[in-house]
């Protein structure tokens, strides 16, 4: 079934807790990434490749909100150079995550755009580190 770019948000762990909503979120996307290792061999004329490690990345653009929790965390995060916890996807009830990706990241970059007569937006990007979890499994 087809679905919507709103049924999957992006969720940050504050301080050990549930996941918590990034308020504000516009939009946002994940990407992961493998990295090909050429094992040709002269066996044959055309390459071959297998898979190397894998990493990824989670951007998004949201509305600026000082009071929302899971927005300080990211802003603390990038000064600190610690990691969050997050997820994208959608979570079921008791805020257990349903589809989507679980993963660990470190805040790469926050930049603020203040357009005259429009609400500050907010673009972040987290780098992925270690393992990703996918929901339901694989």
Do not use: C
Not at 31 to 49: C, G, Q, R
């Amino acid at each position: 079934m087809t679905k919507i770019g709103f049924s999957k948000k992006l969720y940050l762990q504050v301080d050990g807790s549930d996941y918590t909503m990034l308020k504000g979120e516009t939009s946002s996307s994940f990407n992961l990434s493998a990295d090909a290792i050429e094992v040709s061999d002269k066996e044959t004329s055309w390459k071959k490749y297998v898979a190397g490690y894998k990493g990824g990345n989670v951007d998004a653009t949201i509305y600026a909100d000082a009071e929302d929790a899971a927005q300080k965390h990211l802003i603390s995060a990038i000064f600190e150079g610690s990691e969050v916890k997050g997820f994208i996807g959608e979570l079921g009830r008791g805020s257990t995550p349903v589809d989507g990706y679980a993963f660990s990241a470190l805040v790469t970059s926050i930049g603020e755009t203040y357009d005259t007569g429009s609400a500050i937006a907010r673009s972040i990007s987290l780098q992925i580190t270690g393992e990703v979890t996918t929901y339901p499994t694989l």
